[in-house]
C-alpha cells in the first residue's frame, strides 16, 4: 500500500515541488519529515511539479518506504492522525491537511483525471503588505465590465485545442494539445478576483500566460480575436504576458477513482 497526502503550501521561499539540485524545494521537506517520522528512508512522489513561487491549496503526492518491496503494514499510524503526526516536523508554510490508504499501482500523477488552478489578483491603488507574494498586485483598477471582459475571452480556452502559443518559449513539450474543462473569471467577497481553469493538463507556464492575456483583456489592450488567433495559430507573440507565479495557486486533482480522504 501507499498513502496519498493533500498538502498545502505557500511557495514562496520554495523553487517549486520537485527536488532540485541548487534549490530548496518541497518535496525535500516532505521527504525529510516523512523519513524521520517512520524512522527509514521514504519516497514523495507529487502530482505535478509547480513552478518557483507557486502555492498549493490541494496538492496530491505519495508516500513510501524507499526500499522496495516492503510489508503491507509499513505505516504504523492511522491515516486519518497522519497530519497530527507530521506536521509537528513541518515548517509553518507547508501542512498535510487529510491522507489516504491506497493501492501500490497508484500513482499520483498519472491517475490524475483533471487539475484545477487559481490565480488571484488584487487591484488596490497601492500595495497591500498581506496579499504580498500571495496574490498578483494590478496597479489598474479592474472594473465589472472589465470582469465581463475577460470572462469572455477565458471561455475561447474551452474545448480541445492546440495551446502552443500559452507554452513557455523553449519548452520541450511535443504535444501542446490539452482540453480546457471550465475557465472562468470572478471577483469574490474577500475582493480578490481569482481566475480559475480545469483542465486534462497543463503545459509550462500555461495558466500564468492565460492570466497575462486576460489581464491584458480587462485593460483593453488584448481583444478576444487575438486570443483566437493566437490559439488557431500556435504564434506566442499573439498571447499575454507571463504573469508572475506569487498568484498561482494549485486549487485541485481529480483522479481516477474514488479518494476516501480521512482527517481526524
Known sequence: MKILLKIRFNGAAYCGFQAQPD?????????????????????????SRTDSGVHALGFCATVAPHDVPYAEDWCPIPAGKIHRAVNTRLPDDIAVTAAAVIPDSFHPR???????????????PCRDPFFDRLAYHSVRKITDESVYRMNECAALFCGRQNFASFMATGS??????????????????????????????FLYNMVRIMTGTLLEAAYGTRTPQQITDALRTGDRRLAGFTAPPCGLYLSHVTYNRDIQWLCD
Open 110 to 124: 498519472y491517475d490524475v483525471l483533471s487539475k484545477e488552478y487559481e490565480y488571484r489578483i488584487y487591484d488596490t
Open 172 to 201: 520541450k513539450i511535443t504535444d501542446p494539445v490539452r482540453t480546457v474543462y471550465a475557465a472562468s473569471v470572478s471577483r469574490d467577497n474577500d475582493g480578490l478576483i481569482r481566475y480559475r481553469v480545469q483542465a486534462d493538463g
Open 23 to 47: 534549490g530548496r524545494a518541497v518535496q525535500n521537506v516532505l521527504t525529510a519529515a516523512f523519513s524521520d517520522l517512520f524512522g527509514f528512508p521514504c519516497d514523495i512522489t507529487g502530482c
